[in-house]
């Protein structure tokens, strides 16, 4: 079964920085783009970053671009999400996936994994 393990979030106040990791297992992770999505509070879930099966290429939502930068280890088959100058509305859970088509939000192959909780509060 594949498993999807985030990790990273925690409680930092605005302007603040935080790493997000994406642990990958039981799947051809390196021929994968991943994505990072975020789920506020009463919100659905949407995309924030996509990277490509390289990493040669990335994608932000235009509400984090030069604040959040996404990268991957494929020999950790890990995938992370660099979080800086944070701000309240960064609230939220974040969870990575593989997306059914590049920089898109419209599905993903794999169930989703039970996220981190990131707070952005003073």
């Known amino acids: 079964q594949v498993q999807l393990v985030e990790s990273g979030g925690g409680l930092v106040q605005p302007g603040g920085s935080l790493r997000l990791s994406c642990s990958a297992s039981?799947?051809?992770?390196?021929?994968?783009?991943m994505s990072w999505y975020r789920q506020a509070p009463g919100k659905e879930r949407a995309l924030v970053a996509t990277?490509?099966?390289?990493?040669?290429?990335?994608n932000y939502v235009e509400s984090v671009k030069g604040r959040f930068t996404i990268s991957r280890d494929n020999a950790k088959n890990t995938v992370y999400l660099q979080m800086n100058r944070l701000k309240p509305e960064d609230t939220a859970v974040y969870y990575c996936?593989?997306?059914?088509?590049?920089?898109?939000?419209?599905?993903?192959?794999?169930?989703w994994g039970q996220g981190t909780q990131v707070t952005v509060s003073s």
């Open positions: 996936n593989a997306p059914l088509h590049y920089n898109d939000d419209k599905g993903t192959f794999f169930d």
């Open positions: 039981r799947f051809a992770f390196s021929i994968h783009a």
């Open positions: 990277i490509s099966m390289t990493g040669s290429n990335t």
